[in-house]
């Protein structure tokens, strides 16, 4: 049981690392407002690299429009 569910999470999660690494869209971060050590490090990275974050309209904009070529949210 246990080795079945080591493999599950590997197998689910491993697209998560490996699509990080290849310079595609940056994720969802659950933090809205940011403090302290991670807000020197969300500050210090380009906002086409940093995650989109809820209520952060503009720089999630800037974002979508950089790696979708529209800054508005359309279903796909």
Do not use: C, D
Request: glycine share 10%.
């Amino acid at each position: 049981m246990k080795l079945r569910e080591a493999i599950l999470s590997l197998v689910v999660g491993l697209p998560l690392f490996v699509s990080a690494g290849f310079g595609q869209e940056p994720g969802w971060s659950p933090v809205i407002i940011a403090r302290g050590e991670m807000r020197r490090h969300i500050e210090a990275t380009p906002i086409l690299e940093r995650p989109y974050r809820p209520l952060h309209v503009y720089g999630n904009a800037v974002r979508r429009a950089h790696y979708r070529g529209s800054p508005l949210a359309v279903r796909r």
